[in-house]
Nanobody, 129 residues
């Protein structure tokens, strides 16, 4: 059982930048693939990024390629999502999620909600001028 806590959300102007953090406890993130998801009001939860536990492969939603960067800091047991050139439509609650194992490769296809068993509580990102 791993517990996840997101942080780093808040308000940012369009074109701005922000980094979200996903801190783990109870287990090491070395054994997990980590996904970032977002959910806007009235919309389904959707994947925005993912990083594998084994080969470190990554996945990004097409609309954010070149503007999102996912990374691990094993010493801090934390995964980050660096975001730049933010747009108002990026506004949502952002969640990190964990899938245990080393056979899940994030680069293969879009991560799905049911693929991940552990979830954080979410952090709000609001983009407006």
């Amino acid at each position: 059982q791993v517990q996840l806590v997101e942080s780093g959300g808040g308000w940012v102007q369009p074109g701005g930048f922000l980094t979200l953090s996903c801190a783990a406890s109870g287990d090491t993130l070395d054994d997990y693939a980590i996904g970032w998801f977002r959910q806007a009001p009235g919309k389904e939860r959707e994947a925005v990024s993912c990083i594998s536990s084994s080969d470190g492969s990554t996945w990004y939603v097409d609309s954010m390629k070149g503007r999102f960067t996912i990374s691990r800091d094993n010493a801090k047991n934390t995964v980050y999502l660096q975001m730049i050139s933010l747009r108002p439509e990026t506004t949502a609650v952002y969640y990190c999620a964990a899938r245990r194992g080393r056979l899940y490769h994030c680069s293969d296809y879009e991560p799905l909600v049911y693929d991940f068993g552990s979830w954080g509580q979410g952090t709000q990102l609001t983009v407006y001028s």
